[in-house]
């Protein structure tokens, strides 16, 4: 767009630190259209999205809101600056990917060109790179942004110009992650806190998937529980008070095996319900997974 700024905000440091990575993962997970996921690494957090996005000319028409999973979102000590990096592509070869905006609410911040209504405050814009069509993903490199902590909101607009005729399809698809350097879905990536304070029980054993967003805990003379947030949150997975005494899944945690002391072994596939699969009472302590529930797996007790 012929009227949109050519200068980073002088606020941003124009030198990366040191300690930023040179090298970013490129696997990002797959998700359904129409949503947003997120994962917590250590040093940054990443916003996937697979989002429908209609054109509207010269107006930040906003209306592709997903509210984030937690009521806020806290700044990290990794960086003494927050950076970002994105990775993304369209379905449809007529936008600009550069005319694609992210938002970021209630803080009224957004990545992207802005025109007209919206009084919000433009962080950061997108590389020259940007500036043509794509539906193969382009990577933005690490970029300063002055992120602001506390949005509990991500939207998402396309200001291609389609009532004017530029664009010759009425919406777009955009794919893809920005990863957001120095943020943290916790207050500290690296603080033990206490998430289960409202559970009064005895723990016997607690196993999470090989990302940590999956985890499931048994307690003695208690219940199954399970988390699919990292255990920022549990819920009551399995409603039978039995002498729990191990339990274990698979490297993706959408298979877990928990056995009962004098009891049985019991299975959950995500999504299912528990069911019995030995049902030989045993003085069962220790139970183990290998391999995963697409490929075949091992139960070791």
Known sequence: PTNSPTELPTDVPNELPTDVPTELPTVSPTIQEGSTSYIQFDDRLRISFNVNVTYYAYVNAVINCFDFPYTTVYDTSVYESTYFQSSFYESLDDTPLSDFEIYFLPTSEY??????????????????????????????GILPINISTGFSKVCFANNCQGLEGECPHPFNQFIGYIDLFGLSIYESVYDWSVITSSVETTWRDICTSSSGQY??????????????????????????????????????????????????????????????????????TDVSISGSLTDGFIIYL
């Open 111 to 140: 990545i992207g060109y802005g025109y007209g209504e919206y009084a919000l405050n433009q962080i950061s814009f997108w590389p020259s790179s940007y500036d043509e069509p794509s539906t193969e993903s382009l990577d933005s």
């Open 215 to 284: 985890v499931y805990a048994v307690a003695l003379f208690g219940y199954i529980y399970s988390s699919e947030d990292y255990s920022y949150t549990f819920s009551l997975s399995y409603e039978s008070v039995q002498q729990w005494r191990a339990i274990a899944t698979t490297s993706e945690g959408d298979y877990a095996v928990a056995a009962v002391y004098d009891g049985n072994v019991y299975s959950y596939i995500r999504g299912y319900e528990w069911y019995i699969v030995i049902e030989i009472s045993n003085k069962w």
